[in-house]
């Protein structure tokens, strides 16, 4: 009965859905909603951590089931980095629409069901299951931005998301149309085997590549095409931002390494010079460069951590981009960067709510002058937070960077620009980071303005303990989950 | 006689190329909303042409159903959000939503 | 012009209206003018607005949200030209007001004129005039059940089967009446002082077989409407009148008695012959449409018994207690004025005259006719705001106004 | 010479037609006389026998009308929805099996087809309201869309039930499974019989006949979505409106009745599938000539809150039944 | 494959010739006297603004949405139940899971009072 295990995951997420709905519908207001969302995403979370841990084999899965969701440890892996990621943003959400009146069961059965839609889409191994994925994903993030339906922002950002997306989803589906039509495959194995024996007319096949991969960037909200992540970023209610820098941010990611290490793996289209590491790579300068710049100039806090969240998608585009050669170590440098990444940013996003109380919600660098003197215990976590975000020794995201770094020199040649790159770019983007910093400690607030006061909310508070966790272990004794990401790149490639 | 793909090649791609042209010039939200699909039902055209150029395995159809099913439920969405606007800035121009401006 | 009329008081609606949480005189500026409501015109010339009526209907989506009746398009100067011609031509041009129920319209005038002119009615004349009151109220409510069965069943559908069959057994009322009278419909039979015309023999019997047929037959129309379930679906909880605001508008007959209140003039005020019989008045509590049409239904078989008591106790003795007519200025009337007010299918129709007029006094100074269908008409604004059109049609068809008789 | 598949073609596509037109128009004269007996009046006599001449009259009468078009009015779609309607109910016939092999195209997808243009038969009705420009015919027009669409569910889920058990989407072949098994309405009387009364129920409501009739609501909306057609235009809808509910009666009785299989061993054929549909024809006029009419949202209601459960049940049931008790045939014959 | 649906198309021209035919007829026998008022759209008799006033509430919205919710799973449905004899008890649970996800959605919706139509 174990195989089952390994879907298993995603069946909890399902029913867990319909229930919440069921009680929303059947007793309005009185469920608990937020705990019951919780819960169900750390128990799903729990199941794959088991799984991953026991090793075990899907032996006995139906034949058909296997040809359309991966069942490999980088799955599994996968899954806890998203459910942790949507467990922490319910946990959010739970103080959030309290503090903002929001209460609405609704907002969990969208969290719950994107969940679900990313985790689908970051075990896709057939085009088909990757659309779905992709679709049921997003539609539930473009209804979770525009919740507030009295806000102007919202709605606008929800509306710039929802163009840009299907817009960016049509072309990523015409891109795997066409390779669907060079290949007959649609399962990425079998496009690999047949872009392997060099079956596929070239044109097609390069055709596809770019478009997949220009629909693939706008999901990972890469440079070209990051022009909805500041609006959708700071038109959301932040749980909503939280939710979408991290698990939508790792499904992306997660699809990505899959498209082209599985399907267009073949030396044609993975070779250095004419391949897709080029173009990954010059999209990842691009981010690097002008997430951090674009970052430098940004009044309000949340702005600047989408500019951050498009530099961060930089720093990993450059591990994408060095996977065609080291390909073990790359996958593995991803998936925990991809970890680091999600509890540092649920820290920041988790008290900017925290700080933000009584309907009003902490956004500029004005609204947070002082927070730190007057509150220390409420400002530890965004101080760790952005640290983290920082790339400061202790903490995972300096792990994480230097993980990345090794991996891009040890390959040389034109990669070492690259690294050079995104150690310039993090140095330049320390200064926004630290920027908060000032502000909570040494800054004023004006003669009149709010003075930010940290609100009471259990659940707030117990996520950003759970992050705080997670971040400081990961900084100091990074072995266990490197070990952990290491196993689920092993699976990955065989 | 013979398939050719190429005819219904460059029909999807005419289409698709209408959708995506009609989405990033036109500024009415409804008008974006109708080329999404246009350039969806391009890829369906496409896929079910592709499938008869490999007709070992049905993919391509079955992977146009879906699609459907997936265009009907994001233009669903998308009317949603296009009716928030409209409620609160009593048109459907794209412009109108400058908000987030800076 | 003096002070008072420049602070003439804002048209208030009743302090009722205020409980039922409706004001018909709301204004409407918390709807924006161009963009909310839309003014949809159910028009004078409309399907199912039971003759020439305007209703115009401010429309938030398909709720109304006020409605605005117009009246008047019917209006045929009747008071003024009775003040013209002598009291012995009056009969005729009054019968043609309530065109469904002429019989009450012509005995309202006479007894008004002869309790001006001080005339004595035999016993006899009294007893016909009671039981062609009732014959016509039976009349009357067939043909009210008939166009409300179009109203909500649509003209080529289950409401036309309805109105052909309830046609039928009108049209055998009218055969009675075209016996004694020679009329079918305006009879012009009632003169100041009793009847001109007599009931020919064996009349009675025919009187008998026909309303047994008839009753036979209402309950066979009863599956058709009142018990079937589409029509209650209908018309429960529809239009509902309060008892407070029916009395504050004046409303009578049957939409009164719907709406919970106990009053009919047959038993409480008895004129003709009803002092001698008694009248079981039909009541229902809530007031929506589905219990005016219940209180209407069984008003009918209310009638039915009546007519057939009336009919086997009609005294002998002379019909008509003044000299019959030679010259149209027979009668003459100096000074002094009477109200005299009876039950018509539609409520209370009061006619109020002052003698002493034109032609040597021999027509009326003035003659005011108080219509129960305007005052039915009153309640529409009251009804209307929080349902559909659909509604609308069904909440006009139960209040059976006839606009003869609101625009005189 | 012309090969034998388009001759076929030809003759089965032109027969049909003109039969269906002819054979709705003395369906208008018999919905008048039944109506005139039901009301005690004799409905058409004047004009030929026993007023068998009457839709004659009455094309001819409405030809010398004057077509107006109003002034605000969309000229297009105003003039196109007439003949749309008609257009759409005559395809959706193309696909019923009315002999043994008699039918127009035996398509592979039978019952999809039917529903397609079932479906499509909404939008004439909403471009007639909405290009007339009028206020009584857009409120008709929105309430005729919001009335198709919904009663386009249950129509949809209880069409499954027949292939699911016969295991194929083409009419032709239900029917021929109906002729060698048993009938779907008799027999299982569970799904069957619901799934027939629910499809029953939507094509009345598809097909606007009282007492789902809001779109051409008279007494409300005065002639509803048809009030500024005049003179033949008004004809075609009329025309439409009966041809539909033919249809409609024709693929109930071919989905749930066996069209042309015959019973008491009379040979099969074109004969019983005219007696079914027009005893059919006959329910529906007589449900329409007594019943009044629902408003527009307790039509609704009745739709979403008992006709879609009531399908997606029956759906459930009838896959249960075929997969655990497909030998419980009936004790008759079947 | 394309001589199959000849008949059909044979039937849709039967249909065209007919309507245009009797347009044809109509404009030709029929009088033309068209008068500013026969022109005005019919509104009971009393003067109209035509029908831009109209403001529709979202129940409309709603209902269509539910329409494509539903109308969706017949793209699914109608190959099952095409191939369902031979789908085994696979198909069987599939569908049944399938149908009830809809049965959920349509008592959420329920619930949530997207049915209450008028009042």
């Known amino acids: 009965m174990n195989a089952w295990l390994l879907v298993a995951p995603l069946g909890v997420l399902a029913f867990a859905g319909l229930g919440i709905m069921l009680i929303d519908a059947f007793s309005p207001g009185r469920a608990e909603l937020a705990g019951v969302t919780t819960t169900a995403l750390l128990m799903a979370g729990l199941i794959s951590v088991v799984a991953l841990l026991s090793g075990v084999d899907p032996g006995e899965l139906p034949r058909s089931l296997r040809a359309f969701i991966a069942v490999d440890h980088a799955g599994l892996y996968f899954d806890v980095v998203i459910c942790a990621g949507a467990a922490l943003s319910a946990l959010l959400a739970g103080g959030y629409l309290k503090e903002h009146h929001l209460e609405r069961g609704e907002y969990y059965v969208l969290l719950i069901f994107s969940a679900l839609g990313a985790m689908i889409l970051a075990r896709a191994v057939d085009l088909i299951t990757l659309f779905i994925g992709l679709e049921t994903m997003s539609l539930g993030v473009y209804c979770m931005i525009a919740y507030r339906r009295t806000s102007i922002r919202a709605t606008e950002g929800a509306l710039k998301y929802f163009l840009l ?66 609006d959708a970023y700071e038109g959301a209610p932040t749980p909503t931002t939280t939710f979408m820098a991290v698990a939508v941010k790792t499904a992306g990611f997660a699809i ?151 991996t891009a020199l040890s390959i040389g040649g034109g990669m070492v620009w690259v690294a050079i790159i995104l150690v310039l770019s993090s140095a330049l983007g320390a200064y926004y980071y630290l920027k908060v910093i000032v502000f909570l400690f040494m800054k004023e607030p004006q003669a009149g303005a709010p003075k930010a006061v940290p609100m009471r909310s259990g659940y707030v508070a117990f996520a950003l303990v759970l992050a705080g966790y997670f971040v400081i272990k990961m900084g100091v004794t990074p072995e266990p989950y490197l070990r952990m990401a290491v196993d689920a790149a092993q699976s990955f490639i065989s | 006689m013979e398939f050719a793909i190429g005819i219904y090649l460059a029909l999807a791609s005419a289409l698709f190329g209408i959708g995506a042209i009609g989405f990033l010039l036109r500024r009415n939200a409804l008008i974006q909303l109708m080329s999404i699909e246009l350039m969806l039902n391009a890829v369906n055209v496409l896929l079910v042409a592709f499938n008869r150029v490999h007709p070992e395995n049905m993919a391509g159809q079955v992977f146009a159903f879906f699609v459907i099913a997936i265009a009907a439920a994001e233009a669903a969405v998308g009317l ?23 | 012009m003096s002070a008072s009329s420049a602070a ?98 012509e005995q309202a005038i006479n007894m008004a004129f002869e309790a001006l002119l001080g005339i004595e009615v035999p016993r006899r004349a009294r007893y016909m005039r009671t039981l062609f009151a009732e014959m016509q109220r039976i009349a009357s409510h067939l043909l009210w059940l008939s166009t409300f069965g179009i109203d909500m ?142 209180v209407r239904v069984r008003e009918m078989k209310e009638s039915i018994r009546l007519s057939k008591l009336l009919v086997d106790g009609i005294p002998e003795g002379p019909i008509c207690g003044a000299r019959p007519i030679k010259n149209p200025t027979q009668f003459k009337a100096k000074e002094g004025q009477a109200y005299v007010a009876l039950e018509t299918p539609r409520g209370e129709l009061g006619t109020y005259v002052i003698g002493g007029g034109k032609n040597k006094a021999a027509s009326p100074y003035r003659l005011k006719i108080r219509p129960p269908s305007l005052h039915a008409l009153s309640a529409l604004p009251y009804l209307l705001p929080g349902h559909s059109i659909s509604d609308t049609v069904v909440i006009l068809g139960s209040l059976d106004p006839i606009m003869g008789e609101a625009d005189r | ?185 008799l027999w299982p009387p569970g799904p069957g019989l619901f799934a027939f009364v629910i499809f029953f129920l939507s094509c009345l409501a598809e097909a606007n006949r009282i007492p789902f009739d809001i779109p051409e609501a008279e007494s409300e909306l005065v002639a509803g979505v048809t009030t500024e057609y005049s003179g033949m235009r008004f004809g075609l809808f009329y025309l439409a409106e009966y041809l539909h509910t033919l249809v409609a009666s024709a693929v109930a009785s071919a989905l749930f009745f066996g069209g042309w299989n015959g019973i008491f061993g009379l040979p099969d054929g074109i004969h019983w599938m005219l007696a079914k549909t027009l005893t059919l024809f006959f329910l529906i006029t007589w449900i329409r000539w007594s019943l009044l009419r629902f408003r527009a949202d307790q039509l609704m209601r009745i739709c979403w809150t008992y006709l879609v459960p009531a399908s997606l049940a029956l759906v459930m049931i009838s896959a249960l039944w075929v997969h655990y008790a497909p030998q419980l045939g009936p004790m008759w014959g079947g | 494959m394309f001589w199959e649906y000849l008949p059909v198309f044979v039937m849709l021209l039967v249909a065209v010739l007919v309507a245009v035919g009797l347009f044809v007829l109509t404009s030709s026998v029929g009088p033309k006297k068209m008068t500013p008022e026969k022109a005005i759209p019919y509104e009971g008799g009393s003067e109209t603004t035509g029908a831009e006033g109209l403001r529709l509430s979202v129940k409309f919205f709603l209902t269509a949405i539910l329409f494509v919710v539903f109308d969706i799973e017949a793209v699914f449905l109608y190959p099952w139940a095409g191939l369902f004899s031979r789908l085994g008890w696979i198909g069987l649970v599939e569908m049944l899971v399938f149908l ?16 209450e139509w008028e009042k």
């Not at chain 1, 149309?177 to 690999?192: F, N, R």
């Not at chain 3, 199912?48 to 401010?58: E, I």
């Open chain 1, 256 to 406: 990505m390494l899959r498209m082209l290490i599985t399907a267009f793996g073949d030396p044609l289209s993975a070779s250095p010079e004419t391949g897709w590491p080029p173009l990954i790579a010059g999209i990842a300068i691009l981010s690097m460069i002008y997430g951090n710049v674009a970052g430098l100039a940004q009044t309000s806090v949340k702005r600047m951590l989408a500019y951050s969240s498009i530099a961060h998608a930089g720093y990993i585009l450059v591990a994408v981009a060095v996977s065609y050669a080291a390909r073990e170590q790359a996958i593995a440098s991803v998936l925990y960067y991809l970890l680091a990444y999600t509890v540092s940013n649920v820290l920041a996003f988790g008290s900017l709510i925290l700080l933000g109380s009584r309907g009003k919600e902490a956004v500029t660098y004005e609204d947070l002058a002082g927070a730190g003197r007057r509150h220390p215990l409420a400002a530890l976590p965004l101080v760790i937070g952005v640290l983290s975000l920082m790339g400061f020794p202790p903490t995972a995201g300096f792990f994480a960077k230097y993980y990345v770094l090794t």
């Open chain 3, 8 to 105: 003439r008081p804002s048209s208030a609606a009743p302090a009722s209206a205020a409980r039922l949480g409706v004001d018909p005189h709301r204004d409407l500026s918390d709807y924006d003018p161009e963009a909310d409501l839309m003014v949809l015109n159910m028009g004078p010339q409309h399907p199912s607005t039971h003759g020439v009526f305007r209703l115009k209907l401010h429309l938030d989506g398909e709720t109304i949200v006020r409605a605005v009746p117009y009246v008047g398009y019917l209006h045929r100067g009747v008071e003024k030209l009775l003040e013209e011609l002598t009291f012995v031509q009056a009969t005729p041009i009054v019968d043609k007001n309530d065109y469904v129920s002429p019989m009450t319209n």
């Open chain 1, 165 to 230: 997306g299907s817009f960016a989803a049509a072309i990523l589906l015409f891109g795997t149309a066409l390779i669907y039509g060079a290949t007959g495959h649609t399962d990425l194995a079998g496009i690999g085997n047949v872009l392997a024996a060099g079956g596929a007319d070239a044109r097609l096949v390069l055709l596809a590549l770019a478009l997949i991969v220009v629909g693939l960037a706008f999901k990972v909200s890469a440079v070209p095409f990051h022009m909805w992540t500041p």
């Open chain 5, 100 to 115: 009830s996800v809809l049965g959920v959605t349509l008592a959420y919706a329920w619930k949530k009072g997207a049915f």
């Open chain 2, 80 to 102: 949603a959000i296009v009716i928030s606007l409209f409620r609160l800035k009593q048109t459907v121009e794209t412009d109108s939503a400058d908000e987030l401006r800076y």
């Open chain 4, 1 to 185: 010479m012309i090969p034998p598949i388009v001759l076929h073609g030809l003759i089965y596509g032109g027969v049909a037609a003109i039969a269906l037109l002819t054979l709705t128009a003395w369906g208008i004269w018999f919905e008048r006389k039944f109506a005139g007996r039901m009301q005690s009046r004799l409905g058409p006599t004047m004009v030929g026998w026993a007023g068998l001449l009457q839709p004659l009259a009455d094309v001819l009468k409405l030809l010398q009308k004057e077509d107006l078009v109003p002034a605000q009015a969309d000229r297009t779609l105003y003039l196109l929805s007439p003949p749309l309607t008609v257009f759409f109910t005559l395809a959706t016939v193309a696909v019923i099996p009315f002999g043994v092999d008699v039918a127009v195209a035996n398509l592979p997808i039978g019952v999809p087809w039917i529903l397609a243009f079932s479906g499509l038969m909404v939008f004439p009705v909403w471009t007639a309201g909405w290009a007339s420009a009028n206020k009584y015919a857009l409120l008709g027009a929105m309430r005729a869309v919001a009335q198709g669409i919904s009663y386009e569910i249950p129509m949809l889920l209880t069409a499954l039930v027949p292939v699911i058990f016969a295991g194929s989407m083409n009419v032709n072949e239900i029917v021929r499974w109906q002729a060698e098994h048993h009938w779907i309405a």
């Open chain 3, 153 to 294: 069943g649509g003209a080529l559908g289950g409401g036309t089967t309805l109105f052909m069959h309830c046609f039928r057994e009108r049209e055998w009322i009218l055969d009675l009446f075209e016996l004694v009278t020679g009329a079918r419909f305006h009879y012009n039979t009632h003169t100041i002082g009793g009847n001109r015309h007599d009931i020919p023999a064996g009349w009675a019997k025919q009187v008998h077989t026909t309303l047994d047929l008839i009753a036979s037959r209402i309950d066979e129309y009863l599956e058709l409407s009142t018990t079937n379930s589409i029509f209650v679906a209908r018309t429960r909880g529809v239009g509902i009148l309060p008892k407070e605001l029916a009395l504050e508008l004046g409303i009578t007959g049957p939409i009164l008695r719907a709406s919970g209140v106990d009053h009919d003039l047959r038993r409480d005020a008895p004129f003709h012959a009803y002092d001698e019989i008694e009248v079981k008045v039909q009541t229902e509590p809530d007031g929506d449409c589905l219990s005016r049409a219940l």
